[in-house]
């Protein structure tokens, strides 16, 4: 016999029926339903933990969401993203997935940006046809072994590349054989490495093989050899002045030793030695695999999303004394550098009868991070630009930066983007880094300097030798008063700002034009030839 399910029965006298309404009989029974539901609490209700799962999931994979998207304008590192290693991004691929059609959608729009159009580079291509007495005597040169020529090159790693390039061709006047440079320890940064910690020394003896003979010590036949120093190269000396004054400094043993090479070899030089200083710079002087290996991981990094900026901010603190400029973020910080100017007078560089607003107004003064901010808006830069900044520490911190990060927050630099510990063998040697920002600075889609100097130099010649890419030269002189101008709407700003950089957006220069200019930076009409007869000399 089957067990019947237990019922409940309420017994209610016959009078009480009777006296109630259909109606009010239908709210009791419904009302005697309701409190024998709340009789179960809330949480043992399946309903409850199912609506509970379903929120906590949504707010997970909103969470990943937001991570995964580069273009969060306030994300605390927002280049977090160019790097994350493949065990972490295969565990989000559907996620990821979620993310395309926007992604793409965002590089569609900065590709189509006229900011990112490259200049007209008119045909010009690398020309390094040297004559052929140049070659006839690079013959003797290889053949003699009896003067060896040695230098101590000093400065950053920018400036030491220039003092190299001379180096070589000093050599090739002298008809020596050269002693790999010594560089001097930076007594700023304190880097102690040596010629072959940052280029590639095999290269370079290779590249040069035919032009000048690259030793890497002295012979045994001229180590006892005191060599002749002398420390009285005056400015812009020229080919027949190096050939008589230093002539006689191999007559002891046949070594001659030079220092304060720095800008002091004439910037006019014949064809062939101009030729030769491009050989050097954009040819022979290439970095150590280690540095090269890194740098162009960092490079793909930014690429890996579309194009990108790259940024040469000068903005460290010895910049804004020996400039004799002002920071113009706080006035305390502004207080700092006067006082530190006022205590040491002799850092600075030059145009000391100059006031800081003259300096300013002037264009001598490197652009802070509010100034880069409006150049790059009214140039047509994308809030979602992609931008890597090279150089050292901002006076003040990345907190120096803010009004730059604020409108273009996908700001990166190599400490962002280098995984852990990928950045550690480099940290103490001032050097290694630079060379990393170079190559990525080098390898970008656009570039602009702040200031001017040595690394913004070497990288207007080295873009222009790859075909013209695209480098911005702010036009400081001319821009500055609409800057201080609150009173001009800022559509027309733009306006006349673009109008201002129309032709300082990397277009062939020719050096001829520019007196007295490094070819290594105009490398146009010396190093560089078309194919047309529209554009010569």
């Given at each position: 016999?089957?067990?019947?399910?237990?019922?409940?029965?309420?017994?209610?006298?016959?009078?009480?029926?009777?006296?109630?309404?259909?109606?009010?009989?239908?709210?009791?029974?419904?009302?005697?339903?309701?409190?024998?539901?709340?009789?179960?609490?809330?949480?043992?209700?399946?309903?409850?933990?199912?609506?509970?799962?379903?929120?906590?999931?949504?707010?997970?994979?909103?969470?990943?969401?937001?991570?995964?998207?580069?273009?969060?304008?306030?994300?605390?590192?927002?280049?977090?993203?160019?790097?994350?290693?493949?065990?972490?991004?295969?565990?989000?691929?559907?996620?990821?997935?979620?993310?395309?059609?926007?992604?793409?959608?965002?590089?569609?729009?900065?590709?189509?940006?006229?900011?990112?159009?490259?200049?007209?580079?008119?045909?010009?291509?690398?020309?390094?046809?040297?004559?052929?007495?140049?070659?006839?005597?690079?013959?003797?040169?290889?053949?003699?072994?009896?003067?060896?020529?040695?230098?101590?090159?000093?400065?950053?790693?920018?400036?030491?590349?220039?003092?190299?390039?001379?180096?070589?061709?000093?050599?090739?006047?002298?008809?020596?054989?050269?002693?790999?440079?010594?560089?001097?320890?930076?007594?700023?940064?304190?880097?102690?490495?040596?010629?072959?910690?940052?280029?590639?020394?095999?290269?370079?003896?290779?590249?040069?093989?035919?032009?000048?003979?690259?030793?890497?010590?002295?012979?045994?036949?001229?180590?006892?050899?005191?060599?002749?120093?002398?420390?009285?190269?005056?400015?812009?000396?020229?080919?027949?002045?190096?050939?008589?004054?230093?002539?006689?400094?191999?007559?002891?043993?046949?070594?001659?030793?030079?220092?304060?090479?720095?800008?002091?070899?004439?910037?006019?030089?014949?064809?062939?030695?101009?030729?030769?200083?491009?050989?050097?710079?954009?040819?022979?002087?290439?970095?150590?695999?280690?540095?090269?290996?890194?740098?162009?991981?960092?490079?793909?990094?930014?690429?890996s999303t579309g194009p990108y900026l790259a940024l040469h901010l000068r903005m460290e603190k010895d910049v804004w004394v020996r400039t004799g400029c002002l920071p113009g973020w706080t006035h305390e910080y502004d207080k700092m550098i006067s006082n530190e100017r006022k205590l040491r007078p002799w850092l600075l560089t030059s145009k000391s009868n100059m006031t800081y607003h003259e300096r300013k107004l002037a264009g001598h003064c490197p652009l802070n991070a509010l100034e880069v901010t409006r150049l790059l808006k009214a140039l047509g830069a994308p809030k979602n630009a992609r931008i890597y900044w090279a150089g050292g520490n901002p006076f003040g911190g990345k907190e120096a930066l803010l009004p730059l990060i604020g409108e273009f927050p996908n700001l990166c630099n190599k400490e962002d983007l280098a995984l852990p510990g990928e950045l550690e063998p480099f940290a103490s040697k001032a050097s290694f880094m630079a060379a990393i920002d170079y190559i990525v600075a080098e390898n970008s889609d656009v570039f602009m300097p702040s200031h001017g100097g040595n690394m913004g130099h070497a990288l207007q010649g080295h873009r222009a030798y790859a075909g013209h890419k695209k480098y911005i030269t702010p036009n400081k002189r001319l821009m500055l008063p609409y800057f201080l101008n609150d009173s001009l709407p800022e559509a027309e700003f733009n306006q006349i700002i673009m109008g201002l950089h129309r032709d300082f957006l990397g277009q062939p220069e020719f050096r001829t034009s520019k007196s007295g200019r490094y070819v290594t930076k105009y490398p146009v009409p010396e190093c560089m030839c078309n194919d047309t007869n529209l554009h010569t000399s």
């Open positions: 016999m089957t067990k019947s399910k237990m019922q409940a029965y309420i017994s209610v006298p016959a009078q009480i029926i009777n006296s109630l309404s259909s109606s009010s009989l239908q709210s009791l029974l419904l009302s005697l339903k309701k409190s024998a539901k709340k009789k179960n609490p809330l949480w043992e209700r399946p309903m409850f933990w199912f609506l509970c799962f379903f929120l906590c999931f949504f707010l997970v994979i909103l969470k990943i969401g937001f991570n995964l998207n580069p273009l969060v304008p306030f994300s605390p590192n927002p280049c977090s993203f160019l790097h994350q290693e493949s065990s972490f991004a295969n565990g989000f691929v559907s996620n990821i997935e979620n993310n395309v059609g926007f992604l793409k959608k965002v590089e569609e729009n900065q590709e189509q940006s006229e900011f990112w159009k490259q200049p007209d580079g008119l045909g010009y291509r690398p020309c390094l046809g040297f004559s052929r007495e140049y070659n006839k005597w690079s013959g003797k040169n290889a053949k003699d072994r009896t003067r060896y020529l040695m230098v101590v090159v000093t400065g950053g790693m920018n400036q030491q590349r220039n003092q190299i390039v001379d180096a070589v061709v000093i050599a090739r006047i002298l008809g020596a054989a050269l002693v790999v440079p010594n560089l001097q320890v930076n007594v700023i940064w304190g880097d102690e490495s040596e010629f072959s910690d940052i280029f590639d020394l095999d290269h370079f003896k290779k590249v040069l093989a035919n032009d000048v003979r690259i030793v890497s010590s002295l012979p045994s036949t001229h180590l006892t050899s005191r060599p002749m120093e002398d420390r009285q190269m005056p400015a812009n000396v020229t080919p027949q002045w190096i050939r008589t004054n230093y002539a006689r400094l191999f007559r002891g043993g046949g070594v001659a030793l030079l220092r304060g090479l720095d800008s002091m070899l004439s910037k006019d030089l014949p064809s062939d030695l101009q030729k030769l200083r491009c050989k050097v710079a954009f040819h022979a002087l290439k970095f150590t695999a280690p540095i090269l290996e890194l740098g162009n991981k960092i490079t793909e990094r930014m690429r």
